[in-house]
């Protein structure tokens, strides 16, 4: 983790204990859009990704002709994948919630207050 002054520059914006779903910002890079950016082209598509994974791990799960030990592990990864799309649809509400608030920040702030104004979305430092 970069740091300056013992406060970090570049933001980890994650979706919670299960790690379904995290974004680095460089906080100077970062305008009133990025948020929804994030969420459309990165939240939105790891999303669909997770989706055609359970779809392909059911259908091995549902083979009749497959291994037990193959069964196995598909179960297993469904469980943990079901997890963590529960873990990004609530992440999603969060971030839509923030994303349509628009937050500008200003660098003359510092760190601390301007990563305070996005809450539950980053981790905590």
Do not use: C
Not at 74 to 99: G, P
């Amino acid at each position: 983790m970069q740091t300056y002054k013992k406060r970090p520059i570049y933001w980890l914006f994650t979706s919670g204990r299960r790690k379904a779903f995290n974004a680095l910002i460089y906080m100077h890079r970062y305008d009133k859009s990025t948020l929804s950016r994030m969420r459309t082209d990165y939240l939105h598509e790891h999303q669909g990704k997770i989706e055609i994974r359970l779809q392909h791990l059911k259908q091995i799960a549902d083979d009749e002709n497959g291994g037990a030990r193959d069964k196995r592990s598909a179960q297993k990864e469904i469980v943990l994948l079901q997890k963590q799309q529960e873990e990004m649809r609530k992440y999603d509400e969060i971030l839509h919630h923030h994303a349509d608030m628009q937050i500008e920040i200003d660098l003359d702030d510092g760190v601390k207050v301007n990563y305070a104004k996005f809450g539950e979305l980053v981790q905590k430092i």
